[in-house]
Structure formats: C-alpha cells, structure tokens
C-alpha cells in the first residue's frame, strides 16, 4: 500500500508472486495479476532500489525506490 506518492489511497492490491533470491540482499519479484499479466522488477533490500524490468504504468521500465515501513512475522530468508 502506498504512503507516499501518486498511487496514495489507492485500495490495496493482492496478487500471487514468485520471489527469486538473486544474491544477498537482492531478489527478483514476478507479481501475477489477473488474465496472465505480470510485473517483474529487482529489489535491493539494503539500498531499498527497485528496477521494473517487465513494464510500468506507461510500459516502459522504470528505476526509483521502495521503503518497507512496516515488516510483517516472517523474515524472508
């Protein structure tokens, strides 16, 4: 959910995944969204950087950055 920026109060959005460690401290996120769509980008989970690799909102790749504010009860390994 977003706290900060232009998608703030949009509702939250729930999708499956695949998580792909990379190396330490950087993984490879597939979110599947509905009819066989896909986001893939890389987070760096010290940096906090996030690069969309598969597309954005205008379809071009994207570069910026994600804070996690809140963790939840499991550590990703």
């Known amino acids: 959910m977003a706290v900060a920026g232009p998608y703030v109060g949009s509702p939250a959005s729930h999708f499956n995944y ?3 460690p990379v190396m330490h401290d950087v993984m490879l996120l ?4 509905p ?3 896909h986001n893939t ?3 760096n989970l010290k940096t906090d950087l996030s690069s969309v690799v598969t597309w954005d909102q205008k379809g071009d790749p994207s570069l910026g950055s994600v804070t996690i504010v809140k ?3 499991d550590p990703i390994p």
Not at 30 to 33: C, D, G, S
């Open 30 to 33: 597939v979110w599947l969204q």
């Open 18 to 20: 695949i998580a792909l």
């Open 41 to 43: 980008f890389v987070y």
């Open 71 to 73: 963790a939840g009860s």
């Open 35 to 37: 009819k066989f769509k």
